[in-house]
């Protein structure tokens, strides 16, 4: 029988509070994630008040960083992100492709449910740090 094999790592694109020096900064959570790269993915990105939520897809543009996560550490950031499996938490948990280096690294991203933008204002530069 051959030993278990460690869980092949995932990725997460962060856009809001999780990205470096945010109020919910992803580093502080254990284990601790490694840093890849900054990134953009294809959405639009609207302020909730003390954080962003992203709708994937369309001519805007989100800026993120992206994190190689354990899935302990995606438990963690899926109870912080409301995710339920019935789709019906304050995020929905999906997949996005992001190139990095000019190589496709699959991520996972947390958008936003859509009945949470209702009035929303969109935030045109689609970066949370920069939301002027």
């Known amino acids: 029988m051959m030993p278990d094999s460690p869980p092949t790592p995932r990725h997460v694109f962060v856009y809001g509070t999780l990205r470096a020096g945010g109020s919910n900064d992803i580093a502080r959570f254990s284990p601790a994630p490694q840093r890849i790269a900054d990134g953009v993915i294809a959405g639009t990105l609207y302020d909730l008040g003390a954080y962003p939520g992203a709708v994937l897809g369309g001519e805007g ?72």
Do not use: M, N
Request: hydrophobic share 40%; proline share 3%.
């Open 61 to 132: 543009r989100v800026q993120g960083e992206i994190y190689r996560i354990t899935p302990a550490l995606e438990a963690q950031l899926d109870v912080l992100e409301e995710v339920r499996s019935d789709d019906c938490g304050e995020y929905i948990k999906r997949e996005v492709e992001v190139r990095v280096a000019g190589a496709a690294l699959c991520c996972l991203v947390y958008e936003i449910h859509p009945d949470r933008i209702a009035g929303r204002s969109a935030i045109a530069s689609g970066d949370w740090f920069r939301r002027d």
